[in-house]
């Protein structure tokens, strides 16, 4: 049929338009990202074998077998070496769906990422997460609906800073919480909390100073609702990762998953929830600088990092942790930067208890005296003797510390249990949540202390026990 | 005692070019007139080409999708993602769809430009008009199937038309849907349509068409003058011509599937109607356009099935007369310019309605 040389060169071209789109294809096929990323990850960590689509079909019913609904996920297939988010939330189990939603059947990023919650525990999505029936909400025990607690926590509220704000420049006529960053309604409040709070938004012809302080002091930076300050030493998350997720100081991610770039800052140090949190992730937002009332604008420490020099130029080997811990402007003790800020800020106090707490002071009641007790009294301890104890739930989350049934340990004044600081034989010991190290936690009485039994604030201790900083 | 001598050698031969079945789907000789490229473009061909591959992936993709509400958009993902070539096998079902589509308008285009309607033609004239229905509704169809985000509006707005139409509008509605409102049984309903019924009508109105090219004396061409010498093509150089359509236009396709493969959004969700940007399949966006302007059963009804018509009565209103055969012959002008000026208005009201 072929008969001219014309029509050869035509067919002949014309067929390696065919196979060149052939060829297209089939490299394509072969380069798929999934692919280019199990090839990283393998030559990573020097593992043998072959690209291989992973499946997760999550196992949420009865008896550890999948839901009639459950669907397969393959997230793993690209995200191969992401670390299990905690031992709690098994992934075989989980899966990632659950809490990241998106297209768990997707192999293709844009279409797996649709409706991707890259942090579903960012307080505007945590209630449809973290915060789900039969998850960390929908429960009758409250204790057990961390999320609608965290919200409500002065740690996403800021009532009392709102509060303090509008009082210093007198648009309210005093120091009673109104507003939050976060508003709602408490249907049970306690005599020292309000019952509700209105979510905080200048209006249009609020003074100056209000809509500058909305702007530069509530947007970012702090409070469990905004983003960090991109800087390094301030990077986090927001909601419940802000405190349970470590970032690194410098904010690189140090895990094994090959998506996520090792050197762009902004991720956090590898994909784990922890209860054990150390001091430094509670400095990504504490003790990071100072706020100019006349400016209302942040001004981080110049004796760290980013401000300061680099920290390995400046900081002393003894007493590192209270130059790094604290701002130079007062006195404290050595358990105040011996131990962590969670040895000693329970969980209602950090994540709440479900009602709006006005501010920081009326909320706060952990005292010297809550372990340490008075020259008449002993601190006041109890014996752990229910099953769904929290204190047993918060032991089990972290292993740096066991509780059981007939354990005793502290009570705090409002009587929640401390399942750290335990009474072993006639001691009282503090065991860090961090690290698991003992300390054996000194009683007044009998003690020399010459302390007054009015006078028991910190502020009294600090006479005698702190370190000038 | 000796057999007779077979006149055929004594091995076997699968194939055979004189017996094969689309070498015999051309007459022996051509018209060279009729046979020229540039008088036809391959559009045609290219339309059934189209059709024949957008079946074929079509009939890959049944294997795994599922027409039902849950299933629908997981199925498409996971043809995406997991089935071994399954991207690529989608992307080829659509852009063999859409290219389809502007085959089809452009072919039909061609016949009103060349005046290819006329008699003996008209018959399958209308014929091919009502194979350009059954394409939008093929190609509508298979859109609303993906159950995404996007295409549920699609779903939502084009059966909402059906009850727009006076007296049997409601019924019609509750035949194609299947329930009061938009469910399982709709998905189900368009997947049938698409797969089986519309398929079947499309395919077999194709064939009668190509049969009916034969039997009405071949691809039109300028009525033969006396004394002019007519000069035939023999069917080898057609269909040489028509394996090189097939080439570029498939290594098109190709390409085409793999650099850019068809989009997927979200899952659609039923309770989520009226918070996202509408935009109707792109053959479908100057009706989108004029609803925004008139009311719905002019929009969806009257204005479209009066361009129907019109080019329905082409036949009748330009019958005979000098410039059969040629492009934009000047002799008439009065249908072409109709004609162009009906698919400027079109253009114009899809992009308007594209770019807002």
Redesign the interface.
Known sequence: MITTSKQAYLFFSTSLLLLTALTILFWGQLAEDWKTYQQAYLFQTNQPGQPAVQQIIPRLGPDGQPTPDASPELCLTCHMGLAEISPSHPVESFGCVICHRGTGLALDKEQAHAGLLPNPSDLAVAAESCGQDNCHGGYADPTRNHVDQVTRSLQATYAGGIAMIRYTFGVQKDLAASFGVVGGVDPNPLSDTVSSLTAYQPQQDALPMETQFAQNCLTGGCHLTTPPIEAPYFYRSTGCAACHVLYNNDGLYTGADPTIARDEPGHAATHQFTTAIPYTQCNHCHNRGNYSLRTMTFTPRPDLPPAGPPLSEMMPTEGRRLVEYYQPIGQFTLCEWELDCADCHTQAEVMGDGHFWPDQKTMQYIQCRTCHGTLTEPPTTVEITDAEDPALRLARLNDHYSLGMGDVVISTARGEKMGSVQLRGEQLVQFSQVDGQEYVVPPVMGSDCQQQPDEQESRYCHQCHAYQR | MSFPTSPYPRKVRLWR?NKSFIYNLHPPQIPASSARFTYTFGLGGIAVLTAVLTTLTGLLLMFYYEPTL?GAH?SL??I???VY?G??TRALHYWSAQVMVVAVILHIARIIFTAGYRPPRDVNWLIGLGLLVITLMWDFSGYVLCYDSDTIWALLVGTNLLKELPGVGHTLYLLVVGDQALGPSAILRFYTWHVFGLTLLGLGGIGYHIWRIRVDGGISRPVPTSGASRQFVPR?TL??RE??TV??V???L??L???A?PP????ATLNRVGSDVVLAPWFFLAIQQLLRYVPPLWAGWIIPLAGLAFLALLPLLDRRGPGRGYWFAPERWRPQAAFGGLLLVIIVLSLLEWLR
């Open positions: 070019k849950q997981a993902v996971l995406d993602s997991v070539l991207h690529f080898e269909f040489f394996l090189i080439l570029i498939t290594g098109g190709v390409l599937s793999t650099l493969p997927l959004g979200p899952p």
